[in-house]
């Protein structure tokens, strides 16, 4: 069956790096897309953007300066590496297949 | 960017009863292949969302026939028949038509 698992580091430094591994399995990432979503604790869903089939990218434009999503279809895991965080990055962030979801991974920005 | 904007639930909705949720876009999502672009989710708490419906009136796979959407271009209503304990959680729209894909701020169904 359809599965999607975030995992990355749930700590991270202000001004550092996020990367986050999204690895799925039931289907191939050459015959769907796979967005990133986030949703600081509280709050509402935000697109952050996606990889189509075809290896392409669309983002949020207001991330698109510190945010990058690739892929390795060998491995069946999407990335994604977003730099410059601020304690406002504080999210659970998901990836998903649209009517599919990872159970998400809370990332925490702080000293 | 394409607003959504959700409206409030009268909570708690007695069991057994009715509940429509409202969803606003600021642009038509009508395509011209005339298909809606609108979807539903449900996140239960400490859950991640569910898909419930797409192109505005179809439910996804597994979801119960409770579940309804309808709308125009720009105004769309999701209607929860016979509410139960496990509809319980935030209710989210969301356009797909162009990008950024944007969602509405979220509306909660509390169940009394």
Partial sequence: QVQLKESGPGLVQPSQTLSLTCTVSGFSLTDYSVHWVRQPPGKGLEWMGRIQSGGSTDYNSALKSRLSISRDTSKSQVFLKMNSLQTEDTAIYFCTRGAYWGQGTLVTVSS | ?112
Wanted: hydrophobic share 30%; charged share 15%.
């Fill in chain 2, 1 to 112: 960017d394409i607003v959504m904007t959700q409206g409030a639930l009268p909570n708690p909705v007695p069991s057994g009863e009715s509940a429509s949720i409202t969803c606003q876009s600021s642009k038509s999502l009508l395509h011209s292949n005339g298909k809606t672009y609108l979807n539903w989710y449900l996140q239960r708490p400490g859950q991640s969302p569910q898909f419930l419906i797409y192109w505005m009136s179809t439910r996804a796979s597994g979801v119960s026939d409770r579940f309804s959407g309808s709308g125009s271009g720009t105004d769309f209503t999701l209607k929860i028949s016979r509410v139960e304990a496990e509809d319980v959680g935030v209710y989210y729209c969301q356009q797909d038509l162009e990008f950024p894909l944007t969602f509405g701020s979220g509306t909660k169904l509390e169940i009394k």
